[in-house]
């Protein structure tokens, strides 16, 4: 697959500068950084998160874990991780844990964890679990324009999920 469509076609119509880094197939973040040979603080992860009202997308660093009750307050929502379902029907051009972070382009409100702004640069998904978009931090922070900036998410102890 490569890069999902709706990913490219939001890169495209945005005009955003950014490389594709291909690497050995993965099945998770802490893999991903690993087979990439790129830091995990700079591996933005997206997290499906649904409740009675729809979804929500929350980006952060793939060492990092979401931190439901920040969400759920800075929302009035009782969001929790969305069924893997839910995440096949939503990101259609994409494989399961392989979400890019433009959960904007999807439709839905996105969430950008502050601790990736202070990143010079961010890698994330492309769609697939064998490619990764690089971008420096300003074209990442002008594609994620719409995504409102919050404190969700905390560091992980050992190995990320």
Known sequence: MSMSATLEQCLNNRGARYDVLHHAY????????????VPGERLAKTV???????????VLPSTHA?????????????????READVREIFKDCDIG???????AYGMQTYL?????????????AGDH???VHMDIEQFLALMEQA???HFAHRMQGLSI
Not at 66 to 82: D, F
Not at 98 to 104: I, K, N, T, Y
């Open 113 to 125: 964890d502050e601790s990736l702004v202070r990143e010079p640069d961010v890698y994330f998904e």
């Open 26 to 37: 993965s099945h998770s973040s802490a893999e991903t950084a690993a087979a990439a040979h």
């Open 130 to 132: 064998e490619a990764l």
């Open 148 to 150: 409102e900036r919050a």
């Open 48 to 58: 499906l998160l649904a409740d009675e009202n729809g979804y929500v997308a929350a």
């Open 66 to 82: 979401v931190r439901l009750s920040e969400l759920r307050s800075r929302t009035g929502r009782q969001l929790a991780v969305a």
């Open 98 to 104: 392989a979400l890019p972070p433009v959960g904007m």
